[in-house]
């Protein structure tokens, strides 16, 4: 059974204290075809394709800085933002015919993208505005400013996200496409919310040094249990990926001892723990549930630290998977979307 990864790889320059700077990828000249893709990746301000054989192929124009790429659900193009005369500008990447597409360009700073499932629209976070961007018909609208954690709805006729005070909003479309007004779903202390299916969501609520993830119903607005109670340890980066499947979540977090990053495998019906991976950063899930993929820093016989790519599974199995991977983030669901086995 192959496993096909697609592995996004961001340099310092764009994720602040994230990522430190890369080596430079080697590019070779000959073109990759699309059923020999394994990897798409960011190196040097580049999006590379790679083939089994990892030989990397450029398919973004070199004079131009090109970061944070997401696939759209098809896989078979990439939605990327490049940098040109001061603007950042959102393209559509075709990986087949290496055709690109402008959609957009601003001259803020964009932070923050996901794209609906439905691969029609993205939602994009700029100095704390939340605006929704149509990828077809190019047009973007304001939706809300000082807010954080937007996260679409599997059918893409909503999407979430918290205001002030940890305050969650919801927006709806009508069967016309059109955008419905701002609604107010719970007044406050709602942290990192996704959608589990069309109707609950979870999120993490922490107060009096203790946390929760809670599972809220948005059809009925109450809540419908707590989850899972844990140590609040000010965590700076939070998140919580849910399976494709829906029947567990990875909740990142710091662990209350080491201050490591651990990814702890949780089961949504019983909130009981499955397993924790220690040390490791940017967990994506695998379309089939059954595996994430994760970055370690490990120190190699130099006795140097590096990154690695790990498969890890529900028991605690875990191996490297790719080795001197330097710096890997993933994107959340969009990414999970392109593992395939």
């Not at 005070?165 to 059109?178: D, H, K």
């Not at 942290?191 to 999120?203: A, N």
């Not at 009096?208 to 000010?234: A, G, H, M, S």
């Not at 949504?268 to 723990?273: D, P, V």
């Amino acid at each position: 059974m192959k496993i096909k990864l697609v592995l996004l790889f961001f340099p310092l320059l764009f994720l602040g204290s994230v990522c430190n700077n890369m080596d430079q990828e080697e590019v070779v000249p000959e073109p990759v075809s699309l059923s020999g893709r394994d990897y798409a990746f960011v190196s040097d301000n580049l999006i590379l394709l790679a083939n089994d054989n990892k030989e990397a192929v450029r398919a973004t124009d070199p004079q131009k800085v090109s970061r944070l790429p997401s696939f759209l659900p098809s896989g078979q193009e990439i939605i990327y933002i490049e940098e040109e005369d001061g603007f950042r500008k959102f393209n559509r990447l075709n990986l087949k015919t290496r055709q690109v597409d402008f959609i957009y360009a601003t001259k803020g700073e964009p932070t923050f993208y996901i794209v609906s499932p439905n691969g029609k629209f993205l939602l994009y976070l700029e100095n704390e505005t939340l605006y929704l961007l149509d990828i077809n018909n190019k047009e973007t609208e304001k939706i809300a400013e000082h807010v954080n954690s937007p996260a679409w709805s599997e059918d893409s006729k909503s999407f979430i996200y918290v205001g002030e005070e940890g305050a969650l909003f919801l927006r709806e479309f009508n069967i016309n496409q059109e955008l419905q007004d701002e609604k107010e779903i719970i007044k406050e202390d709602v942290g990192t919310p996704k959608f589990i299916g069309l109707d609950m969501i979870v999120f993490e609520r922490c107060k009096d040094e203790k946390c929760n993830l809670v599972i809220y119903d948005l059809f009925k607005q109450e809540k419908n249990r707590d989850l899972k109670e844990y140590k609040d340890t000010q965590n700076p980066n939070p998140d919580i990926l849910v399976s494709p499947d829906k029947k567990m979540l990875i909740l990142t977090r710091q662990d209350e001892v080491t201050a490591l990053p651990i990814a702890e495998i949780i089961e949504i019906s019983s909130g009981k723990t499955l397993v924790k991976y220690e040390d490791a950063r940017y967990p994506v899930w695998n379309k089939e549930s059954n595996n994430i993929f994760y970055e370690k820093q490990d120190l190699d016989l130099n006795n140097d630290l590096g990154k690695n790519i790990y498969l890890g599974d529900l028991h605690g199995q875990d191996s490297v998977f790719m080795e001197k991977a330097e710096q890997f983030q993933a994107l959340g669901n969009n990414f999970s979307n392109t593992i395939s086995q």
